[in-house]
T-cell receptor, first 116, second 112 residues
Framework: AQTVTQSQPEMSVQEAETVTLSCTYD???????LFWYKQPPSRQMILVIR??????QNATENRFSVNFQKAAKSFSLKISDSQLGDTAMYFC?????????????FGKGTRLSVIA | DGGITQSPKYLFRKEGQNVTLSCEQN?????MYWYRQDPGQGLRLIYY???????QKGDIAEGYSVSREKKESFPLTVTSAQKNPTAFYLC???????????FGEGSWLTVV
């Protein structure tokens, strides 16, 4: 079974600075997808970024980018120019598109606080 | 507006009662999911459905039941057999297995 590990329960960053959230996963599959979701205090789960394992190029969405290291099974999220609205729980998630039982497996999350 | 609607937002249940959480989507998505979130934990899959009239158990299905009679609706019943139902419940949908999953705003269930 796939597992996702987020080793940083809490992090903080000064406004306008850059922060990196770590995520590692365990799988024997070669084709899969990785995601970062953001959950602000409202508890709404919001997709931040998505990465296909077959793509060597790291995904980027505005101030959010990932460092995908397939051999190391690592998928970190970098937030540049941090804003107060980035304060949230961040969840790393794994999807094996061929799996019939666990469409999305989540890590336990990292609580990020952006400080003014 | 297109999206996933969960209701009610807050629900209180007495011990021994069954309660049903509603989830409706107008995104024309084929697959729908129910996740449970407890403090300090990530999301855990309860049930999911890839097509109408079909659904599969997730990691923590015991004490829960679902139905999928319509494409747009996937209600979750928390039965009295669920011993610790107090949690935040999230409904989600996607075009199908392998596609990005989108979430509703969630429902809080508290046992009183």
């Amino acid at each position: 079974a796939q597992t996702v590990t987020q080793s940083q329960p809490e992090m903080s960053v000064q406004e306008a600075e850059t922060v990196t959230l770590s995520c590692t996963y365990d799988t024997s599959e070669n084709n899969y997808y990785l995601f970062w979701y953001k959950q602000p205090p409202s508890r709404q789960m919001i997709l931040v970024i998505r990465q296909e394992a077959y793509k060597q190029q790291n995904a980027t969405e505005n101030r959010f980018s990932v460092n995908f290291q397939k051999a190391a099974k690592s998928f970190s999220l970098k937030i540049s120019d941090s804003q107060l609205g980035d304060t949230a729980m961040y969840f790393c998630a794994f999807m094996n598109p061929l799996s019939g039982n666990t469409p999305l497996v989540f890590g336990k999350g990292t609580r990020l606080s952006v400080i003014a | 507006d297109g999206g996933i609607t969960q209701s009610p937002k807050y629900l209180f249940r007495k011990e021994g009662q069954n309660v049903t959480l509603s989830c409706e989507q107008n995104l024309n998505h084929d697959a729908m999911y129910w996740y449970r979130q407890d403090p300090g934990q990530g999301l855990r899959l309860i049930y999911y459905s890839q097509i109408v009239n079909d659904f599969q158990k997730g990691d923590i299905a015991e004490g829960y039941s679902v139905s999928r009679e319509k494409k747009e609706s996937f209600p979750l019943t928390v039965t009295s057999a669920q011993k610790n139902p107090t949690a935040f419940y999230l409904c989600a949908s996607s075009m199908g297995t392998g596609n990005t999953i989108y979430f509703g705003e969630g429902s809080w269930l508290t046992v009183v």
